[in-house]
Nanobody
């Protein structure tokens, strides 16, 4: 399984970005998908997760600003990020996990700065 994340970049505070993560293979619809982030000098943290059934959970700091979604027909998970703050600056990673497997994609840098 390969995960290809994209959509990162430089944005001003208050701006928006949408991250995408496309998965290869045929396991996507049977898998839970997550977005994580790691800021310099900090531990990697869970940002949002969407289950194979579509249930979602978010870290408190992004609730109401970020939305995770999935398109099983495209084997892709998205993270819509609105009202971005400087503290959202980090490398963002996607993750796919299921029964007996757990894969990470490469990171995509998100920088929020004026």
């Amino acid at each position: 399984v390969q995960l290809q994340a994209s959509g990162g970049g430089l944005v001003q505070p208050g701006g928006s970005l949408r991250l995408s993560c496309a998965a290869s293979g045929s396991i996507f619809s049977h898998s839970d998908m997550g977005w994580y982030r790691q800021a310099p000098g900090k531990r990697r943290e869970l940002v949002a997760i969407i289950s194979r059934g579509g249930s979602t959970n978010y870290v408190r700091s992004v609730k109401g600003r970020f939305t995770i979604s999935r398109d099983n027909a495209k084997n892709t998970v998205y993270l819509q990020m609105n009202s971005l703050k400087v503290e959202d600056t980090a490398v963002y990673y996607c993750r796919i996990l299921g029964d007996g497997y757990d894969y990470w994609g490469q990171g995509t840098q998100v920088t929020v700065s004026s």
